[in-house]
């Protein structure tokens, strides 16, 4: 697998240094959960008034004592390189730069979210999610969670056209599946992106069971649309770029409804994922999307959302209530499916740059 495979360096001054890949993107992942989980945990202290007006809580901890498992993590890898003869912008493995930037960015926002709080108080609700300093945080986060994706992109990226070359053929012909350390870090991205965007998400605000009128049907359509967004951008993305083994979408669906759940405590979402990413997987078997088989890739990506918030809707009826009218949530999983196929004319378009319909 790619995953494994060593890095090449053609010289000590410029390239990265050899290391297994594989060994330290499991290790990435493993203390990113930590990290990730921290901050979910925060986040289920914040909705269950288990938080005071002060910065030193145990959910802080929680979350800070992962950055600083990340942080040495990377710390060790870039002191190894340097020992090696290694530039020190060059001491980690390609794909991991950005980490690099984002954990003094990181740090820089903890001392500034201290000061915040200090001055300003705790925040709550929406407030958290949308303050300066949390916002630095969780941009930080992002770079340092996506690291292992990245350096899998690239690495994807050499082994194609190292393959081309022998073959004598362009590379858009190779395929390769996707690391298993690459697959858990978009997981990771996507589900940060959506604790920061939680006040437009169905699986904490459920607006169907309580939006009688205009305003709250309207949020509760856009909430939608706009999940459907983040979570298609997401697959298309991989699909881009690697094949997905059978189970992907169960995990990558499936772990993003449980997390999502530790902030309301609602169960059932966990369900609702779980059976949506299956299906969403044996759709992936029977069509077999990818950019050069386009009209799998559009059809997938309007059945992926449509799917996940049918089933949602569904199991919303079963278990509570929707007063929505059948027009209206019917509607709103069809435009889910719109939304998802919008995003695939926008990210995977044919070989001469044109994002249409069209058959094989």
């Known amino acids: 697998m790619l995953s494994e495979r060593l890095q090449q360096v053609p010289s000590k001054s410029t390239a990265q240094?050899?290391?297994?890949?594989?060994?330290?993107s499991w290790s990435m992942v493993i203390l990113s959960a930590w990290f990730l989980g921290g901050l979910y945990l925060d986040g289920w202290a914040h909705s269950h008034g288990r938080v005071?007006?002060?910065?030193f809580t145990p959910w802080h901890a929680v979350f800070?004592?992962?950055?600083s498992a990340v942080t040495l993590l990377l710390g060790f890898a870039v002191v190894r390189g340097i020992l090696s003869g290694h530039a020190w912008h060059s001491a980690l493995p390609r794909g991991y730069e950005l980490a690099l930037v984002g954990t003094p960015l990181f740090a820089?926002?903890?001392?500034g979210d201290l000061i915040w709080h200090t001055v300003f108080g705790i925040e709550d609700g929406i407030d958290a999610l949308l303050s300066p300093t949390h916002l630095i945080l969780a941009a930080s986060m992002a770079l340092i969670l996506s690291a292992p994706a990245r350096a899998a992109w690239l690495a994807t990226d050499a082994g194609r056209s190292q393959s081309a070359a022998s073959a004598g053929q362009g590379t858009s012909q190779i395929s390769a599946r996707i690391p298993i350390p690459a697959l858990i870090s978009v997981v990771f991205t996507l589900s940060l992106v959506t604790f920061m965007t939680q006040f437009g998400h169905p699986y904490v605000y459920?607006?169907?069971r309580t939006g009688y009128d205009d305003t709250r049907q309207a949020l509760g359509v856009s909430a939608i649309m706009l999940q459907s967004a983040l979570l298609i951008g997401f697959v298309l993305m991989m699909l881009r770029r690697w094949r997905l083994p059978f189970g992907s979408l169960t995990f990558m669906i499936g772990l993003n409804a449980a997390?999502?759940?530790?902030?309301?405590d609602r169960y059932w979402v966990i369900g609702v994922g779980l059976a949506a990413g299956l299906?969403?997987?044996?759709?992936?078997?029977?069509l077999r999307p990818s950019p050069a088989r386009l009209w799998a890739l559009r059809l997938y990506a309007l059945a992926i959302p449509a799917l996940l918030y049918l089933i949602y809707?569904?199991?919303l009826i079963r278990i509570d209530r929707v007063v929505w009218s059948i027009h209206l949530w019917m509607g709103t999983v069809v435009m889910a499916g719109l939304v998802g196929l919008g995003m695939s004319l926008l990210i995977c378009r044919n070989a001469d740059g044109v994002a249409r319909v069209e058959l094989e």
């Open 17 to 24: 240094p050899v290391m297994l890949v594989g060994w330290f």
């Open 52 to 55: 005071d007006n002060t910065f």
């Open 64 to 67: 800070y004592s992962g950055f």
């Open 108 to 111: 820089l926002g903890g001392v």
């Open 206 to 208: 459920i607006l169907a």
């Open 259 to 264: 997390l999502m759940n530790v902030i309301e």
């Open 279 to 286: 299906l969403s997987d044996i759709l992936l078997a029977l």
């Open 313 to 315: 809707f569904l199991t």
